[in-house]
């Protein structure tokens, strides 16, 4: 919980990991190249006092992650995000099983997520059921340029994708977080398109699918789909940190999605240990666009919701007394946008 | 008679590196819509005889495999055509995919081939897709210009491109239009959508807020992908243009 000026702000944390990448786990120059990757990312966006020496940063202990969660992170709730990189490491990087030993620990502070693999087949979707058995998730992540054997990448609309997305709806896993990467099938594709989230959000309007990155590099594809699927949220993940090194960016990123998507489908995120929730949330509450603009208020009301209430409600958090909203929001489709028309929309979505 | 001749080298003349640069100059990153040598993407050139060799690099290890390909491919191409140039090798360096990417180009082998099995296609459709993305970019720079001076949104729906005084702004515009082979007669409409379809007045004002958020990204995708290269190499931190036009110059301390 955030108390600034007489507001109160319940937090959620929609994407945190606790993850691997020492040398000794480390499996090759992929996943070499993949932590290096993650580090110039912290290192680029973090203010100066928060940056981590690289061996911290390659694998950090439990006290480390809770201390900087719960003590000094304002943090009620942290959402476990696994990406599995199995072909990069040898235990995995972040898997839904080293996630559990904290869990099991600290029940009431983690949500668990885990994870698919659709080119496992149907071994692959035994496994999954018995996943969500054992841990109770609501939700997975699914990470699309992830390796497996040959192949680099996969789309939520492959034949297999689809019936491990039915498993989801049979089993009551509801949250689908989808991150894009560099890599999918075929490669001569953009892979960071969105077209197959908005064609799975249409097949399977009970889930719900958040869009981690919201969308980046492709937020006009993201605020596209959000205008065409309901189900479809927006994890803030990737884009809060700009708000320290950028934060005219940072405005009309958050600007931009509530005039697309509206208050009720944004979610707050650290990507933990990528950045440090503390300064996140403190500027976040902060934050007043430091430019001239057309877009949507940023109310304590707006900024409650994308910390902590929007999160809460998809995996049925409670609450604690006194920190809701007075009002109960207006839907997804709030503003009274005039819709993109079909033309404008360059996102690659003809077929 | 006899002419005597030593393979032509007397007669090549030296190639001129400011050429190169220029020529480099032509070569855009596909996605981001900017030169290369402006992303510090170029980290090296090296002139030897008629021997061109260039580096490249990028923000990150994982960068998109295809769009790398396309800039290794296109400036290789803009290097091998600049007079008096022999032979032009472009390396792209510490990528996942450099390997593939090298020797592929080396050996003039196409992207399909170079990915074997990963690819079904060349990249002429992505190409073409964000020559799209960029043409909506480079229309709302031209557009937001006129708004801020005081233009309404009917008034933009009415102008023709030869209404408009000369600016690269409108170079850049009408050069991306020509390349997507839509109409860049003075006569033809400003605003217009990727098919050079001109927008009826009713739908105006959402074709420009898409084009605004088209813009935001493209150009925030830019100053992201500086701000890495500067990290991943330890480059002095960008004073981006992409974050001029965003507003961050004004905002920063």
């Known amino acids: 919980m955030y108390e600034k000026d007489g507001e109160r702000y319940f937090v959620v944390d929609g994407h945190t990991h606790f993850w691997d990448a020492s040398e000794e786990n480390t499996k090759n120059k992929y996943g070499e190249g993949f932590i290096r990757c993650f580090y110039d990312y912290h290192r680029n966006l973090s203010p100066e006092e928060y940056v981590w020496p690289l061996e911290k940063y390659r694998k950090y ?42 869990k099991d620990k ?21 496994q999954f059921e018995a996943k969500v058995a054992k841990y109770g998730s609501k939700g997975v992540k699914l990470y699309t340029a992830e390796w497996h054997d040959t ?62 990155h919201v969308g980046l590099p492709r937020l006009e594809d993201m605020c596209w789909i959000g205008t065409q699927e309901p189900n479809v949220y927006g994890g803030l993940a990737v884009a809060m940190p700009f708000i320290h090194t950028r934060p005219a960016y940072f405005g009309q990123i958050v600007g931009e999605l509530l005039y697309w998507l509206g208050e009720d489908r944004l979610l707050f995120a650290s990507d933990y240990a990528i950045w440090h929730p503390k300064w996140l949330v403190e500027k976040f509450v902060d934050y007043q666009y430091p430019m001239q603009n057309e877009y949507p208020e940023l109310t304590a009301n707006v900024k409650r919701k994308i910390l902590g209430l929007n999160a809460a409600r998809l995996y049925a958090l409670e609450v604690p007394e006194g920190l809701g909203v007075a009002d109960e929001g207006t839907g997804p489709d709030v503003t009274g946008k005039p819709a993109i028309p079909v033309e404008a929309s360059v996102g690659g979505h003809s077929e | 008679m006899t002419e005597v001749r030593t393979g032509g080298l007397v007669d090549s003349p030296p190639v001129d590196r400011s050429a190169v640069l220029e020529a480099l100059g032509t070569v855009r990153d596909p996605e981001l819509d900017e030169p290369l040598p402006d992303l510090g993407f170029v980290s090296a050139l090296e002139v030897e005889g008629d021997t061109v060799r260039v580096h490249l690099r990028l923000p990150t290890y994982f960068c998109a495999p295809n769009f790398a390909y396309l800039m290794v491919a296109d400036a290789e191409e803009a290097v091998r055509a600049v007079p008096g140039v022999g032979q032009a090798e472009v390396v792209l360096d510490d990528h996942f995919t450099a390997e593939e990417i090298n020797s592929g180009i080396a050996q003039r082998r196409g992207f399909q081939q170079s990915f074997d099995g990963l690819a079904d296609d060349e990249l002429d459709e992505l190409r073409a897709l964000f020559r799209r993305k960029a043409l909506i970019n480079r229309q709302q720079r031209l557009v937001k210009a006129l708004l801020d001076a005081g233009a309404t949104i009917a008034e933009l729906g009415r102008l023709r491109l030869g209404d408009l005084p000369p600016s690269p702004e409108l170079d850049a515009y009408i050069q991306r239009r020509a390349e997507l082979g839509l109409d860049v007669g003075p006569g033809a409409p400003l605003v217009v959508d990727t098919d050079g379809n001109p927008i009826p007045p009713e739908l105006l004002e959402r074709h420009l807020r898409f084009a605004r958020l088209t813009r935001v990204s493209i150009e925030g995708n830019a100053g992201f992908c500086r701000g890495m290269l500067a990290t991943r190499y330890d480059l002095p931190a960008p004073t981006a243009s992409g974050a001029a036009a965003l507003g961050d110059e004004q905002v920063r301390r």
């Open chain 1, 61 to 102: 202990d439990e006290p480390t992650m809770m201390r900087d969660l719960f003590e000094d992170g304002y943090v009620d709730v942290a959402i476990f995000q696994p990406t599995y990189l199995t072909d990069f490491y040898h235990k995995g990087f972040n898997t839904t099983e080293q996630d559990a030993v904290l």
């Open chain 1, 106 to 126: 600290y029940p009431d502070k983690f949500v668990l997520n885990t994870s698919f693999e659709p080119r496992l087949g149907e071994a692959g979707l035994e």
């Open chain 1, 151 to 212: 192949s680099k990448g996969w789309k939520l609309t492959d034949p297999w994708a689809l019936k491990y997305l039915s498993k989801c709806e049979e089993l009551g896993v509801t949250n689908i977080h989808v991150h894009k990467g560099p890599t999918i099938w075929p490669l001569n594709r953009d892979s960071f398109d969105l077209a197959d989230v908005d064609d799975a959000a249409s097949t399977f309007p009970e889930l719900n699918f958040i869009v981690e």
